[in-house]
């Protein structure tokens, strides 16, 4: 799969994530690191979006999958047209999506 499209939402979230790292843990080549880990296993994961667990979130009519990258989660969908579209990136211990 060719097709990817991230959200303004997961956008938000990653500028957060980096902010958080960068400047409260005053630590942005480790910002760095984890944003380079984060493209790449998203880059990867475009290539084969569905082989991967579904997961099933309450009142969506669509099955949401998950990228581990670190202490965070990026959850994204694949719509029907097979665009695999990146919603959010959370931290992990935080799942709750709606």
């Known amino acids: 799969m060719d097709k990817l499209f991230i959200t303004a939402q997961f956008f938000d979230d990653l500028g957060g994530i980096m902010d958080y790292i960068t400047i409260e843990l005053g630590n942005p080549d480790a910002a760095r690191r984890f944003y380079?880990?984060?493209?790449?296993?998203?880059?990867?994961?475009?290539?084969?979006?569905?082989?991967?667990?579904?997961?099933?979130?309450?009142?969506?009519?669509?099955?949401?999958?998950?990228?581990?990258?670190?202490?965070?989660?990026a959850w994204y969908v694949v719509r029907p047209d097979e665009v695999m579209e990146v919603r959010r990136l959370l931290f992990s211990g935080a799942q709750q999506l709606i």
């Open 36 to 73: 380079e880990t984060l493209r790449a296993a998203i880059i990867k994961r475009a290539e084969y979006p569905t082989a991967f667990e579904k997961r099933v979130i309450p009142n969506s009519d669509e099955p949401y999958y998950r990228i581990y990258v670190g202490n965070y989660t």
